[in-house]
């Protein structure tokens, strides 16, 4: 995963399948992805595996209860 500096409503993922790399990208239309804290380059950060989907989801991955959720005209 992959976020950027001053663009931090886009992330990029690389996966690989088996048979090639696939490149899928996500935009929020509001807020921020909310990224791990800053680690010393060539570290890598270990996530549980609900985390990803958590951060992918634009939701907190540090406290999950708290998100945002659009306003439904009624």
Known sequence: ???GR???N???IIYWDG???RLFTKRLEHGV???PPSIAPGETLSLTSA???LL???VDWR???QRWRPVIAG
């Open 33 to 35: 992805f909310l990224w």
């Open 51 to 53: 985390q990803p989907s």
């Open 1 to 3: 995963m992959f976020r």
């Open 63 to 65: 406290a999950p209860e």
């Open 19 to 21: 048979t090639g790399f």
């Open 56 to 58: 992918i989801e634009g």
């Open 10 to 12: 886009l992330i990029k």
């Open 6 to 8: 001053t663009r931090a």
